[in-house]
Nanobody
Framework: VQLQASGGGLVPPGGSLRLSCEASGSILSVNTMNWYRQAPGKQREMVAGITSSGTSANSASVKGRVTISRDNASNTVYLQMNSLKPEDTAIYYC??????????????WGHGTQVTVSS
């Protein structure tokens, strides 16, 4: 599985960005597509995730400001981020988790896209 993320950039506080990530390869019918981020000096954290059936969840740090969506036809996941804050500055990574069963999964990662929120 390969993941190609795009859409990062420099945005002023209060601005918006839309990240995209297209997956290709051996994608199983049961999967989740997720966005993580890692700020300098901090651990990678999950931002939002969405299952292949469309159930989504966001982390508390971005709740109300972020919407995750996906297009199963093109295996693409989107992250719409609004009201961005300087603390949202990080490298954002796309992740796909393929599930063979509830206890058998494998993670795949994209290279990441830089989001910088600054005036």
């Amino acid at each position: 599985v390969q993941l190609q993320a795009s859409g990062g950039g420099l945005v002023p506080p209060g601005g918006s960005l839309r990240l995209s990530c297209e997956a290709s390869g051996s994608i199983l019918s049961v999967n989740t597509m997720n966005w993580y981020r890692q700020a300098p000096g901090k651990q990678r954290e999950m931002v939002a995730g969405i299952t292949s059936s469309g159930t989504s969840a966001n982390s508390a740090s971005v709740k109300g400001r972020v919407t995750i969506s996906r297009d199963n036809a093109s295996n693409t996941v989107y992250l719409q981020m609004n009201s961005l804050k300087p603390e949202d500055t990080a490298i954002y990574y796309c992740n796909l988790r393929n599930f063979r069963s509830d206890s058998d999964w494998r993670d795949y990662w994209g290279h990441g896209t830089q989001v910088t929120v600054s005036s």
